[in-house]
């Protein structure tokens, strides 16, 4: 416990606590973490309204009571387990702020991918659907660069489009329609220019999903069926019914299912089936066009 005025944090004795204090301290409690220097960080800007910088030209700033007890609670309910972003309430991703919470999944940096390749073929006129939108992570970003273009954004979880339209209205973007739907089952005509979705795609029986940050997820935002393909199968039957000539699909899948969604993708009459690579050198997004 950090709080006792004559508390001792690794054997010394400390009245107070300042900043350089609290990220040797964090840095320490967190090693069960695989970023116990960056989690530390987040954290404690949290609990001083801050920017990463401000810990470091600060560093003798001393903590409050008040902020040492959220720190230290932070820091608990981190090893716990709990994800940094469901502690802060927040992830950031593209240039937006998202409120996160457990009812949706964490937006990952390698999602950011999936913006840059749909960013490149958007025109003004189109229309895009965003499915699975979660915390809108996608259809916001493509909605903050192009503010001319209609983005639908679906989610079948209503906690989960309850976050995404928070964060349309906090992000002040006006221009993303929210729809509860499964995919695109109730879609009957080819009304889109392009679908991005990045669906679950874990195997059901991946130990993964017992460890780490996604044990705090909701599994229908991860798991998939015995291969991980389910939705993906799905969405890609359904985007063949639902795009307009010339549109685009874009999907995000598991690290080793590239080949697979590359061929659903051309089994199911889509052109220009690409696969794109995430800043790990992953194959992660598969997109093709559906020229008629
Ligand atoms: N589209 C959201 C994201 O990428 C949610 C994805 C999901 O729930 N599988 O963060």
Same mark, same amino acid.
Request: hydrophobic share 40%; aromatic share 6%; with cysteine.
């Given at each position: 416990?950090?709080?006792? %005025? ?9 009245? $107070? ?22 989690? /530390? ?10 920017? @990463? ?25 981190? %090893?716990? *387990? ?18 996160? @919470? ?22 003004? /006129?189109? @229309? ?18 192009? $503010?001319? $273009? $209609? ?19 906090? %992000? ?55 291969? *991980? ?36 993708? @051309? ?12 800043? *790990?050198? %992953? ?10």
């Amino acid at each position: 416990m950090l709080l006792d %005025n004559k508390d001792a944090i690794h054997g010394i004795e400390i009245e $107070t606590l300042n900043i350089a204090n609290a990220l040797s301290y964090g840095r320490q409690e967190l090693q069960s973490s695989d970023s116990p220097d960056v989690d /530390t960080q987040v954290l404690l800007c949290h609990v001083l309204d801050c920017q @990463t910088v401000y810990l470091h030209s600060w560093s003798d700033q001393e903590l409050s009571m008040a902020q040492q007890q959220q720190f230290e609670g932070y820091l608990q309910l981190r %090893n716990n *387990g709990r994800p940094v972003a469901h502690i802060i309430g927040q992830r950031g991703f593209w240039s937006l702020d998202l409120k996160v @919470t457990d009812a949706t999944l964490i937006p990952r940096p390698d999602t950011e991918l999936l913006v840059e390749l749909a960013l490149a073929k958007i025109q003004p /006129t189109m @229309t895009v659907v965003d499915l699975g939108t979660g915390t809108g992570a996608i259809a916001l970003s493509l909605a903050v660069e192009h $503010t001319d $273009t $209609t983005i639908f954004a679906s989610d079948y979880s209503e906690g989960a489009l309850a976050v995404a339209q928070h964060n349309a209205r906090a %992000n002040q973007l006006s221009n993303v329609h929210f729809i509860q739907a499964s995919w695109l089952t109730a879609c009957q005509d080819e009304c889109f220019d392009m679908v991005v979705s990045n669906p679950p795609y874990i195997e059901d029986d991946d130990p993964h999903l017992l460890a780490g940050d996604v044990r705090f997820e909701p599994l229908s935002a991860l798991a998939s069926g015995a291969d *991980g393909l389910d939705d993906i199968r799905l969405i890609v039957e359904q985007a063949h019914r639902c795009l307009r000539a010339d549109g685009w699909l874009l999907v995000e899948h598991g690290y080793h299912q590239a080949k697979q969604v590359r061929d659903l993708f @051309t089994g199911a009459g889509f052109n220009h089936v690409s696969s794109h690579q995430d800043f *790990g050198g %992953n194959d992660r997004v598969v997109m093709g066009q559906l020229t008629l």
